[in-house]
């Protein structure tokens, strides 16, 4: 199976990955560094649902890109400009230079090679140009205990009771791997910090059965309760995911 194949039949297909429309105030907190923008580029499209129409909105031209025929076609139809990913090294086929923002949501945590694909970004950028990236953090103080007590990790399974080993998560970051990765793909001025609804109840998840009482925590408890200030103090152990800003060299 190629990895076009892989992503196109085994990650999109069923439409599992679709999503739905971030909020505004959500948007507002992730992307606010591309608002404004004369071109931005849309690194790991997928199908176009999740945060894409405002951003088209809010920047002057939007290209995505993807890995996924299927996810660029699909992006194509909603009437997105889009542009095919190579597989097989991650490159866009646009000049070097070519735009003053990239955006790079969710991905590289399900790419083989999370290096070839932040350089790519760094080539595509003009100098000075941004770049805003968000992945889940392995060091989220669940999955840290997950790891510690049951010696999982966080794959997030389409469908655990049906196959639990089939996790859409190929690769795992925590603050400093994110860093280090930008670092290596040539970005400088890195600051990551968090933009997700993290709660110290969560951690209740990482011991099988007691995972009940965080799901009762969130259905039940007011949002002061959760202490969400510390994924923005200590964002490292308290983040559900990370957010991180960082530019090309002038």
């Known amino acids: ?33 591309l608002i404004g923008r004369e071109t931005v580029l849309d690194y790991g499209c997928g199908l176009g649902y999740n945060y894409q129409r405002s951003l088209v909105r809010a920047v002057g031209r939007y290209v995505g890109a993807d890995a996924s025929s299927m996810a660029v076609e699909n992006a194509r139809r ?13 490159t866009v086929p646009l000049p070097e230079s070519t735009f003053d923002g990239a955006v790079c949501i969710e991905v590289f945590e399900h790419l083989f090679d999370p ?28 999955w840290r205990l997950m790891a510690l007590l049951r010696a999982q990790v966080p794959l997030e399974p389409d469908d655990p009771k049906e196959n639990r ?5 190929i690769r795992f970051f ?3 791997m994110l860093k280090r990765l930008l670092r ?3 970005v400088v001025n890195i600051k990551i910090g968090s933009f997700d609804d993290a709660s ?13 009482i965080s799901n009762f925590a969130r259905a039940h408890f007011p949002s002061f309760l959760h202490l969400r200030f510390l994924q923005d103090v200590w964002p490292n152990v308290f983040a559900k995911r990370l957010r991180a800003v960082a530019s090309k060299p002038i």
Do not use: C
């Open 1 to 33: 199976m190629s990895i076009e194949t892989f992503y196109d039949q085994d990650y999109w297909t069923e439409g599992k990955h679709g999503g739905q429309e971030i909020s505004p105030a959500v948007f507002q907190r992730v992307m606010g560094p």
């Open 78 to 90: 909603k009437g997105l400009e889009a542009v095919q990913v190579d597989a097989t090294n991650g």
């Open 115 to 142: 290096l070839s694909a932040a350089r790519e970004l760094n080539r595509l950028l003009k100098p000075g140009g941004v770049l805003v990236t968000t992945v889940p953090n392995f060091g989220y103080h669940t």
């Open 165 to 169: 080993f089939k996790g859409v998560h």
């Open 174 to 176: 925590s603050k400093l």
């Open 184 to 186: 290596q793909a040539g």
């Open 200 to 212: 110290v109840w969560d951690v209740f998840t990482a011991a099988g059965h007691f995972a009940a």
